[in-house]
C-alpha cells in the first residue's frame, strides 16, 4: 500500500507542477468536454456529486484549456456534469496553455491519481499516450510514477479485444493482475476456458490463473503432445523388407496430426531404443 501511495503521490507532484494556467469562472455554456477523454465511464455517481457540490460547494477546480471561444476539460469532466445537473450557470476553472499531448497526458494523471480509471480504462489511455503522442514505455513509466514492467504489463489489457471485454466484465474479471493473465490466455487460445473456469469458481485468484495460463501456455502443450506421442501412440507399422540391406519401416498415424520437430523426437527415439540409424523420407 505504501508503494502505491508513493506512486500515487509521484504522479499527483507532477500534475500539480504542470498546472500553471490562471483561475476564472467561465460559463458552463462555453465548456465542453473533451473527445480524448480517457475515462469512458463518465455517468458513475453522477447525482452523489452533485449533491457533493451543493452541500460543500466546489473543492477543486476543473481543468480546461482554450481553443477559440469555447474552452475544453483536461480533468474534471464528472464534475462538470454534476454542475449541470445542479443547473449551475458557471464554474471555477484553471485555464492551461497545453497542447493535445499535454493536455491528454496531465488528464491521465489526474484521473490515475483520484483512482476513476478501471483497468481497461487505464490501458487504453497509455496505449493512447504510446501510439498517439509518442511516448515509449520508458517515458510513461517516468511520467505516470510507475515501474517499468508494470507499463509492459497492463499494456496487454489494452490488446483484449472488444468482445472479449465484455465477457470478462460479465465474468467480474476486472482487477488488473487478472486481466493480464486473461489476455495471456487470449493469446494461447485459451480465452472462453479462462472465462468458464472463473464462472465455476475454478480461478479465483491470479495465482490459479497463473496456474492455469501455465498448464495452457503453447510450450507446454506442445511438451504434453510429443510426450503422448512417445509414450502411447496411436500408430500402423510396416516393414518392407526387400532391400535387407536398408529396410524401409513406414509409420502410419492415425487420427492425428504429427508435427514435425515430433517425428524428429521420435526417430532419436527408435535410434536410442534399436541402436541403428533411421532416416525421414
Known sequence: MASKNKKLTQAAGIFEKELDGSI?????????????????????????????????????????????????????????????????????????????????????IENLQRENLDAFEESKAYKNLKNHHNYNDSELAEIIGKSRNYINEILTI??????????????????????????????????????E??????????????????????????????????TKPKYQILINKANKQSPIITIEFKDFTFPERTLENYIKKLKSFTGKNFSKI
Request: hydrophobic share 35%.
Open 24 to 108: 476564472n469562472k467561465i460559463p458552463l455554456s462555453q465548456i465542453i468536454p473533451s473527445n480524448n477523454q480517457p475515462r469512458i465511464n463518465t455517468d458513475i455517481n453522477i447525482r452523489s456529486l452533485a449533491k457533493s457540490l451543493n452541500n460543500e460547494g466546489l473543492l477543486q477546480p476543473i481543468i480546461v484549456t482554450k481553443k477559440g471561444d469555447q474552452y475544453i476539460i483536461i480533468a474534471g469532466e464528472r464534475r462538470y456534469h454534476a454542475a449541470r445537473l445542479n443547473q449551475w450557470q458557471e464554474i471555477e476553472c484553471r485555464v492551461l496553455k497545453k497542447n493535445d499531448k499535454e493536455t491528454y497526458k496531465l488528464a491521465v
Open 197 to 230: 473456469g472463473t464462472k465455476k469458481k475454478q480461478i479465483t485468484s491470479v495465482k490459479k490463473a497463473k496456474e492455469f495460463n501455465r498448464i495452457h501456455s503453447p510450450t507446454n502443450n506442445q511438451q504434453n503432445l510429443e510426450k503422448s506421442v512417445i
Open 158 to 195: 489494452a490488446d483484449i479485444p472488444p468482445t472479449w471485454e465484455q465477457m470478462a466484465r460479465a465474468a467480474g474479471i476486472i482487477s488488473k493482475n487478472m486481466l493480464i493473465q486473461f489476455s495471456l490466455a487470449i493469446k494461447a487460445g485459451e480465452g472462453a476456458a479462462f472465462i
